[in-house]
Every structure is written in C-alpha cells, then in structure tokens.
C-alpha cells in the first residue's frame, strides 16, 4: 500500500495571513513541519499541496529548494486539491495533516498510521481527532482510504465543508467505517497549533527550549508541565468551528 501524506499549505489564512513562512529557530514554520512529518517511519511520500495563486509561488520556491514534492490545486474547494493530488501521486492511503502543526510528532502519525494499517478492510477512515478528543490539538492526523476520499470528492456537495476535506466522511458513519484513537489521559486542553500570533509565540517558545525540532510530543509536555506559564501565552485562543 503507498502510504502519501498530503500536508495542505497556503500564504493566505483568515486570522494569520503567511503563518507557514513565519521564522521558526532560523527556519519557516513549514520546514519545521515537514522535517517532522518525514521522520515517520510508515509514509511513503509526503506532498505539499498549495494554492494555484501568485501569491502561493513562495511555497513552490520553498518546496523546489528542499526538494520536496508539491501539488497546486483550488484554494478554497481543498477537497478537490487533496483528492487531485492523491491521483497525481497514486496514493491508496491518504494521510491528512495540516501546515500549521509544527510541532506535529512522526510518532502519534506512525500511530494511526499504524492502527489504520492494522485493521485493513475493515476501516475506510482511522484519526486522533474523532470525539472526544484525547490529543492536544496540533497533533491531528487523518489516515484515509483512497476510495473514501474519492467517495467524499464525488458525494459532497457542500462548498463548506469542501473547506475542510474530510467532514462528509467522519459525518456519515453509516457510510464509513471510522476508528478513533485514543491517548490513555485526555489532553485536548492543550493548544499546540498555530492560528495566530500568540500561537506562534507559544511555538516558539516550545522551540527556544528545545533549540532543535526533533523533540517529541512528551518532552514538549513535561517541559510545560514545569513551565504551566508557557501555556499561558495563547490560552485565551478560540479554535475555529466547522459549521
């Protein structure tokens, strides 16, 4: 089975506009998330997949630089842009994650990789992010049939939820078969994404710790365990909801 992982990624975001590119330890965000995302063991590639607007060329200049391989689609109907460019790349399993996770761990993507693979033909669809959520958020990982993808691609007729790839398939569990997986101790309290400027401010300072991205998910939560004032930078944050 080719395992792809398809990280989305665009300069244009409505809260924090080029968030991707921002500066990480001397790196942009973006490299900081697919350093990490490579080092799982059970992807077989990874695609960038960016916008079709002038504006996403630095991304492609970026992707071109690192030698990574990139896919342009849609910008607003990311169903389209992940189902074009799970074809393009011949997935039979797609992996969702998103650009704005850095500090996403090869672990935890390795995991539900590894439960999805596990269970075969008897998932179409394996995540961290079914409720109730047990992960801290900016640990999300989809891992998807290709067929359930296309399903979605061919039935979804909402440009909404289109937004968001993978709500038509979670939604409708008389349609697929779901697996959520689950951390022994709910930690969804904890906000690791990154969405706004006290986002990147508590990212970074996860990364002055640390001075490198290879720490893992643990040691990040140890570290703010002793440093609960860490956690205080983007608390006040609301995440976004799917309506």
């Known amino acids: 089975m080719h395992v792809v992982a398809?990280?989305?990624?665009?300069?244009?975001?409505?809260?924090?506009?080029?968030?991707v590119m921002e500066d990480l330890l001397g790196k942009p965000v973006l490299t900081r998330d697919i350093n990490r995302i490579r080092r799982a063991k059970r992807i077989n590639e990874v695609v960038i997949a960016t916008t079709l607007k002038p504006e996403d060329n630095k991304i492609v200049a970026l992707c071109e630089k690192e030698g990574w391989c990139c896919f342009r689609g849609s910008e607003n109907d990311l169903l389209d842009r992940y189902y074009q460019a799970a074809q393009t790349f011949d997935a039979d399993a797609v992996i969702r994650i998103t650009s704005d996770c850095p500090m996403i761990d090869p672990g935890i993507v390795d995991k539900v990789i590894?439960?999805?693979?596990?269970?075969?033909?008897?998932?179409?669809?394996?995540?961290?992010?079914?409720?109730?959520?047990?992960?801290?958020?900016?640990?999300?990982?989809?891992?998807?049939?290709?067929?359930?993808?296309?399903?979605?691609?061919?039935?979804d007729n909402n440009p909404t939820l289109r937004e968001h790839v993978t709500p038509y398939i979670y939604r409708n569990p008389e349609m697929f078969r779901l697996h959520r997986v689950a951390n022994e101790a709910d930690l969804s309290h904890h906000r690791w994404t990154l969405d706004?400027?006290?986002?990147?401010?508590?990212?970074?300072?996860?990364?002055n710790h640390f001075g490198?991205?290879?720490?893992?998910?643990?040691?990040?939560?140890?570290?703010?365990r002793q440093h609960p004032e860490i956690m205080e930078i983007n608390s006040d944050i609301r995440q976004k909801t799917i309506e």
């Open 6 to 19: 398809i990280v989305q990624a665009r300069m244009g975001s409505t809260r924090f506009p080029g968030k």
């Open 114 to 155: 590894g439960e999805f693979l596990d269970l075969g033909e008897k998932v179409d669809y394996v995540s961290n992010t079914l409720p109730p959520r047990t992960f801290p958020r900016g640990l999300d990982v989809e891992a998807m049939t290709f067929r359930a993808l296309e399903c979605a691609w061919k039935e």
């Open 196 to 207: 706004t400027s006290e986002d990147l401010a508590f990212v970074r300072a996860v990364y």
């Open 212 to 224: 490198n991205d290879w720490f893992t998910w643990t040691d990040a939560l140890h570290y703010l």
